[in-house]
């Protein structure tokens, strides 16, 4: 909206009634302009709705938050980088432990760890989900290549944490050779279910 008014010119010799209505032709310009003023959040919504008018909605991700390492993918988890790669004694090295902190996502540099002599067991990288986090929580993960153990440990109280479901206390994360595997997992809490099972984390998205 255009603003028209007109602040008249000044008189050469000073007269009350010209300065009155220089004063009130401002003062009309400063109700206009304010009339006019949207908070910045309103701005926002209003492009918002032309965009869904317009058919230009912004597309929701179907997989976890992204983000540039140690950085923040604007709303979602914040991402930082765990090295899980070989190290000394490779291949024969014992595959690291992570513990994982509520409301953030990994990006992890998993790599092949050998079978250890005697029982030759599973010998892979291992991600622990937090301890008694509060109900809501999430955790993203994207692995590079490989496999890695996701476990839910136990709670407070000594019971199974179980994942997508009350039957098993792990998954175990497939990156392959080098296609990588990602999945975001949120803490449901007690999920009301007799027999000790009663706390349990689901995934909520997989892929990029």
Same mark, same amino acid.
């Given at each position: ?10 008189? /050469? ?28 959040? /309103?701005?926002?919504?209003?492009? /918002? ?22 950085? &923040? &993918? ?25 513990? $994982? ?5 990994? $990006? ?42 996701? /476990? ?14 009350? &039957? &098993? ?40």
């Amino acid at each position: 909206m255009a603003i028209t008014i007109r602040v008249p010119d000044p008189t /050469e010799e000073y007269d009350a009634g010209n300065q009155r209505q220089i004063v009130r032709a401002i003062n009309n310009v400063i109700q206009q302009l304010n009339a006019q003023y949207k908070p910045q959040g /309103e701005t926002f919504n209003e492009i /918002e709705q032309l965009s869904y008018f317009l058919g230009n909605a912004p597309a929701k991700p179907s997989g976890p938050a992204t983000a540039q390492v140690g950085g &923040s &993918s604007g709303g979602g988890l914040p991402y930082s980088r765990l090295d899980a790669t070989v190290g000394v004694g490779y291949p024969f090295a014992i595959a690291p432990t992570f513990s $994982l902190d509520p409301d953030r996502g990994y $990006l992890v540099t998993n790599g092949y760890f050998a079978p250890i002599p005697p029982d030759f067991g599973p010998n892979q990288t291992t991600l622990l989900l937090p301890f008694d986090p509060p109900v809501g929580s999430q955790v993203g993960i994207v692995i590079n290549e490989f496999n890695a153990r996701v /476990e839910a440990g136990f709670d407070s109280d000594g019971y199974q944490v179980t994942i997508d479901g009350y &039957s &098993s206390g792990y998954i175990t994360m497939n990156g392959g050779f080098g296609t990588g595997d990602a999945r975001t997992l949120v803490y449901f809490g007690d999920g009301g279910y007799a027999f000790g099972y009663r706390d349990v984390w689901y995934t909520i998205a997989t892929g990029y």
